[in-house]
Structure formats: C-alpha cells, structure tokens
C-alpha cells in the first residue's frame, strides 16, 4: 500500500531513485542524491548539493549553494538558508530556524555577507531552536529543543537555553 502511495505521489524528474512529492519546487542546477525523499510543498533552490538518503520535510526550503550531505534529515517547516552545510547524519528538528546574516537591515543588500554556519556529522538540532549564523555545532552533540545557539558548540555535548550553555559531555 505504502510503495503504491509513492508511486502516485512521484513527479517525473531527471533524478535516479529520489522521491520529489509533485507539489515540491526544484530549480535548475541541483544534485539529488540516490534514496532521498522531498515531502509537500518544499523548494531546493539552484546549485544546491543534496546527498544520498536524505529526508526533506514539507514545506521546507533550501536556499541557493547550500550543502546536505548523505543521511540527513529535516523535519517539516524548516529553511535551510545560503551559507549553511549539514555534514552527514544530522537531524534537523521541526521549525528549526538557521539565519545567515549577522546584523539584518531591510536597507542594506547583504547577499554577498551570508556568514557560514556548519552542523558536523552526527549532530541533532531540537525543533524550533535558531542557529545563529557563523557558528559551527559540533560532532554528535545535541542542541535541546527550543534553544538559540548564539556561539560554537563543542562536539559531543548537550546545549540547552537561551543564549544555549552546555549541560554535560556526551560519552560515546
């Protein structure tokens, strides 16, 4: 039942083995890995690099040069803006919010600005924290549920807050 579902849902696309719901909007010059999947009403902006295995929630948008790599997932309701690369096997929570301008002005055009922000292999980010641009989150930490990164997370830690602060190490 679930395989004749997909079948129905799949649009025709130019992609080998990737899942694009019909209501999904892809621009041009994208790469789609093998086993992705990308839910309702989602856009994939141009030049963005998704790997292989990836899950893409609904209404999700993924701006213009961005980087996912293989086995991610991203919940519903999440932008994925310019100047953010997921490293592999993070999970991104529902309603997470990545910025990528430090000081947003309406008056100033800041495209050229973006700061980067880095997620490193293995690190889950809880719904509807932000990630404040120019950052990094470690490897196989662990961002609590409605927290504001303000500042670089150690890799195999907790954060958790408003600014986040770390609540212990993570052993593996």
């Known amino acids: 039942m679930f395989f004749e579902f997909m ?10 083995d990737v899942f694009i719901h019909e209501t999904s909007c892809i621009d ?8 992705t999947k990308i839910w309702h009403y989602s856009h994939i902006s141009s030049n963005a690099k998704i790997g292989k295995n990836v899950t893409i929630g609904q209404n999700t948008f993924v701006g213009k040069n961005v980087v996912i790599s293989d086995g991610c997932k991203i919940q519903n309701n999440v ?18 919010v990545f910025t990528n301008v430090k000081v947003p002005k309406a008056i100033l055009n800041q495209k050229n600005n973006f700061s980067k922000t880095i997620i ?7 719904a509807n924290s932000t990630i ?9 930490s662990f961002v609590g549920a409605g927290s504001v990164v303000t500042k670089n997370v150690p ?16 052993n593996e």
């Open 155 to 170: 890799s195999n830690c907790i954060v958790c807050g408003n600014p986040a602060k770390i609540l212990r190490s993570i």
């Open 79 to 96: 932008s994925v803006y310019e100047g953010v690369e997921l490293k592999k096997n993070v999970f991104v929570g529902p309603s997470v």
């Open 7 to 16: 079948n129905k849902m799949k649009k025709k696309n130019n992609y080998d």
């Open 120 to 126: 490193e292999e293995g690190a889950s980010i809880g």
């Open 132 to 140: 404040i641009c120019g950052n990094i989150v470690g490897y196989n």
């Open 28 to 35: 041009n010059n994208v790469e789609i890995g093998k086993g």
